[in-house]
């Protein structure tokens, strides 16, 4: 799977709920089944792992050595709040109610897909976050791709 792409804006209905775009769904791996991890993100947003990709992270952190205290308390703090999901028969995903308030999510949200995962944002916070990043974008530009080098030379 070449990775996830794309930038989304849902409407979530009184329940929490809001319809999966088909755009997105094509680029869902068959191993994913329409089955998901959802989790708390880095920043204030909600992060959907199709679970093919959720399980593939698991194995990975499954290596970790958990008789060191770091790796606990990161173990703890990445898994708190997971819970697993699926697009209904309508091809909608339901948010639990915790998940929205914990980023304060109401109406209108923001599926952000890259790589392995589709972050999930209130709008009105995730632009305003993008905003605040730009300026420092060229020099965040250098700092993480400066060591990719140039592999056609």
């Not at 991890?37 to 880095?42: A, D, E, I, R, V």
Request: hydrophobic share 40%.
């Amino acid at each position: 799977m070449p990775g996830l792409v794309g930038e989304y804006e849902v409407k979530l209905d009184a329940k929490g709920r809001f319809m999966f775009p088909s755009h997105l769904r094509r680029q869902l791996s068959p191993a994913a089944q329409e089955k998901f991890m959802l989790n708390k993100g880095f920043e204030e947003c909600l992060t959907l792992y199709p679970m093919n990709e959720w399980e593939k992270l698991s194995a990975k952190l499954s290596r970790m050595n958990l008789f060191k205290p770091k790796n606990r308390m990161f173990y703890r703090l990445f898994h708190q709040g997971a819970k697993d999901i699926a697009l209904d028969n309508a091809g909608r995903v339901l948010i639990p109610s915790t998940h929205l308030n914990r980023i304060g999510l109401s109406k209108e949200a923001m599926l952000i897909a890259y790589n392995d995962r589709i972050e999930i944002w209130d709008k009105s916070k995730y632009f305003e976050t993008i905003e605040a990043s730009m300026a420092d974008f060229a020099d965040l530009a250098e700092e993480v791709m400066g060591d990719l080098g140039n592999e056609n030379e």
